[in-house]
């Protein structure tokens, strides 16, 4: 019989069951591990087994027995660096090369024993006395060329991990092709890995960016026929099963009707049936020790459409990670920084949040905090480097000693000079490598801010802020006026710099930047407001934001979507437009009128701001997080937020309506979001694979985990507002099929109701015969 455990003190045991509970729904830290292991283990055995051999033979799938448990880290007695068969080759494709990159960095892959990774498509050099490891897509072309690679005698031996599960008549072919050239031997394994998606944080994911492209035109496009969406669905569909093997976990899942989500959970619900009632197929959701048991994990698996909540993918955030992926070049957590000058290369910094505190405690706190974070840093960094100064009595010296390398006779002389002692001298090289790491890190940081600021200054994006942050805290508050105002005052730029002899690239892109911008704003508040805007002055607006250059497609796209979703229960007055804002949004409204009495200033404050931050240098920064402060926006739950929040807390709640659920349906709820159309399924009841319209046991206590997909992209926004409000006990995975800045899903929301190009005059047809 277990202890008993006072109510105030926390045992070790519960301690220890909480980092367990923390650990196997660490999304990222399972895929690292299952990834070191299929790289540290590939050297073990000198030739394939009796066992891999029929496998190759048989032409079965087969999957390493060694990854089951996956929560076990590889033993360094398997990782010998002695081992002749310890060092070898990492040949990866494009998929491989997108899934590693946010998760193992060179020093990790060393670790594991790469001394060399190559692109599978490029030309590479003959080693035949190395053992190589293919981590590749299971696609026809990429089978063939590891036979071939086979076939010449390219590496010494060759271990081939799938990304995916490899269809069985491609493993046939490949199983073929060796026992004809005589190369059965060159083989030591074959796995499948069930990898196929990108972690960028520990609970964030996305489908491959080589795969998930375009998913929003692909699935809510007006000409999508259905082959496209039965192709899309099918992606996401493996993305998802390969996300539950990872977490070895058979969740429940729960989708909202008459959209893609629904088909995606009816054929994830049939996939997992069908595994989990195939021999050894059930396996695969289970670590080792819980061989023979049912699955023991039962998380929540949410999924939504896109359609549910546009506006926020359109919403220009203030908080540090989300202004980076809008305003910088950013992918696989590398961002890039603009040119200095023509011609100079590109400045990348990798931002981790495993290696980096700075990242990791600042990506998602309001701009103006972080700025006064890094002054504060830098300030605890000098004082580091005076306090080692006095110490050692070695100012200039310890100052030469971050910079460059000194040999024994310079710190003999440096300790005679000085009277330091030599273990104080020690200690103070010692601080070296973190002291250095930690000023290259927040250099990065202090470049990426001043990036930022240049270009919020550029797009004057403190105004568009708060004329957004009023139409989220009461739409029928906000007039087209100040809108208005803002689209011609865009038009104005762009007529100025079209008339500018000294025009340049980088001008013509800031006034299109900027349109794009007010673009936005036009299409939250046709969204949003529950009056609209009149046609002629629709037509009007359009004119002006063509003439910027801006993809007004966009608006054809938000006003089908208004007009479908209009319901006459959305004349009905707004819960915020009562009189008084809601208790969260309280202040919000007068934050610009309040950021001009702390400043002293007018419309152009914002403007001197920004000059005086590259007047002042890192002070500027400071005084910058001391004066706009007033533009750190309160929090709020998005719609996305109040739906899982729901589903979570009650999950025996099934919505019955028949119609498609909105945003408004959830914004004009003043009470819980419990009636929406939604369908629960538990691919462990299911009959004959096929999802049931209720599940047939649905659990009757709250869930504490959830993993939440979002079907047509998503973005920084509303993951860190998922974050924020169900965190604590509750733990939560987000994913989507890709992470969109708010200017590429203007685009996207635009290319979604042009026609298809000519080249695929085929899909025309068939999308016009669905329509009709």
């Known amino acids: 019989m277990l202890p008993r455990v006072e109510p105030s003190r926390e045992s070790k045991t519960s301690a220890g069951l909480r980092v367990y509970a923390n650990s196997w729904f660490s999304l990222r830290d399972r895929q690292k591990t299952i990834l070191r292991e299929a790289l540290g283990r590939s050297h073990l055995g000198n030739a394939p087994t009796d066992e891999c051999r029929d496998v190759l033979l048989s032409g079965a799938v087969h999957t390493d027995s060694s990854l089951d448990d996956t929560i076990s880290p590889t033993r360094e007695s398997e990782l010998d660096a002695s081992s002749e068969d310890f060092w070898k080759v990492l040949v990866i494709d494009q998929h491989a090369r997108e899934l590693l990159a946010p998760v193992l960095k060179v020093p990790e892959l060393r670790a594991c024993g790469v001394t060399l990774h190559l692109g599978l498509e490029s030309a590479r050099q003959p080693i035949p006395d190395v053992p190589a490891v293919y981590v590749i897509q299971p696609m026809d072309q990429n089978v063939q060329i590891v036979i071939q690679d086979c076939k010449e005698d390219r590496y010494a031996r060759c271990s081939i991990c799938f990304i995916s599960s490899v269809r069985r008549e491609q493993l046939e072919r490949l199983a073929d092709a060796l026992a004809r050239a005589g190369r059965i031997q060159s083989v030591t394994r074959v796995i499948d890995l069930y990898c196929g998606y990108v972690c960028l944080k520990r609970n964030l994911f996305t489908m491959m960016p080589c795969v998930a492209s375009r998913s929003f035109r692909r699935l809510f496009g007006t000409q999508a026929n259905e082959m496209t969406i039965q192709s899309a669905v099918a992606e996401i569909v ?32 049939v996939k997992l049936w069908e595994y989990l009632h195939t021999p050894g197929g059930a396996e695969l959701f289970r670590e080792r020790h819980e061989a023979g ?23 220009h955030g203030w908080t540090y990670e989300v202004l980076i992926h809008e305003l910088l070049p950013y992918e696989l957590n590398r961002v890039s920084l603009p040119l200095e000058k023509p011609g100079s290369d590109r400045t990348r910094y990798d931002l981790d949040d495993e290696s980096d505190p700075f990242w990791a405690e600042n990506a998602s706190l309001p701009f103006p905090q972080v700025a006064e974070h890094i002054e504060s840093a830098l300030t605890a960094y000098r004082a580091q480097i005076q306090e080692i100064n006095v110490r050692t009595g070695a100012s200039s010296g310890f100052q030469q000693l971050l910079t460059d390398t000194m040999d024994e006779a310079q710190l003999e002389a440096i300790t005679q000079a000085t009277g330091t002692s030599t273990r104080d001298l020690a200690e103070a090289v010692a601080e070296l490598p973190r002291l250095t790491r930690r000023k290259r890190q927040l250099d990065m940081h202090t470049n990426i801010a001043s990036a930022l600021l240049e270009r919020i200054k550029t797009r004057e994006l403190d105004s568009l802020f708060q004329l957004e942050d009023s139409l989220f805290a009461k739409p029928a508050s906000v007039s087209m006026a100040p809108i208005e105002k803002v689209i011609r005052s865009a038009s104005r730029l762009e007529v100025k710099a079209a008339r500018d002899q000294s025009i340049t690239p980088s001008n013509m892109s800031s006034s299109e930047q900027r349109g794009i911008d007010c673009l936005r704003l036009l299409l939250i508040y046709l969204l949003l407001s529950p009056t609209g805007v009149s046609q002629a002055k629709l037509e009007e607006y359009r004119r002006l934001l063509d003439a910027c250059g801006c993809p007004t497609e966009a608006i054809d796209y938000v006003i089908r979507q208004r007009a479908a979703t209009l319901r006459p229960t959305q004349q009905l007055e707004h819960p915020r437009d009562r009189g008084e804002q809601s208790p969260t949004r309280q202040g919000s409204a007068s934050m610009i009128s309040r950021l001009g009495t702390a400043a002293g200033g007018g419309k152009d404050m914002f403007e001197s701001l920004v000059n005086r931050v590259y007047e002042h240098g890192h002070k500027g920064l400071m005084q910058l997080a001391s004066t706009v402060k007033g533009l750190i926006p309160t929090s709020r739950s998005s719609i996305v937020t109040r739906v899982v929040d729901t589903w979570m807390q009650h999950p025996s709640v099934e919505g019955t309506s028949s119609a498609p659920v909105t945003a408004r349906d959830i914004e004009l709820s003043s009470g819980p979001v419990d009636a929406l159309a939604s369908l629960l399924l538990d691919p462990l009841v299911a009959r004959d694979g096929r999802g049931s319209e209720r599940s047939a046991s649905p659990p009757s206590l709250p869930f504490t985990e959830a993993i939440v997909f979002m079907v047509g992209g998503g973005n920084f926004v509303e993951w860190e507002n998922l974050t924020a409000h169900i965190h604590g006990e509750r733990q939560l995975i987000y994913g989507t099929t890709e992470m969109l800045s708010p200017e590429t899903f203007v685009k996207e929301l635009a290319a979604a109701v042009r026609p298809p190009s000519p080249l695929n005059g085929s899909h025309v047809d068939a999308g016009n015969a669905k329509a009709a």
């Open 293 to 315: 048991l049912p699955p023991l994990r039962r998380p929540l698996l949410a999924l939504l459409d896109r359609s549910l909540d546009l506006a926020i993918m359109l919403h």
């Open 238 to 269: 493996e993305a998802l099963f390969a996300v539950c093997v990872t977490l070895r976990c058979v969740p429940y899942i729960r989708c909202l009707r008459h959209g893609p989500a629904e088909m995606i959970a009816q054929q994830l619900c």
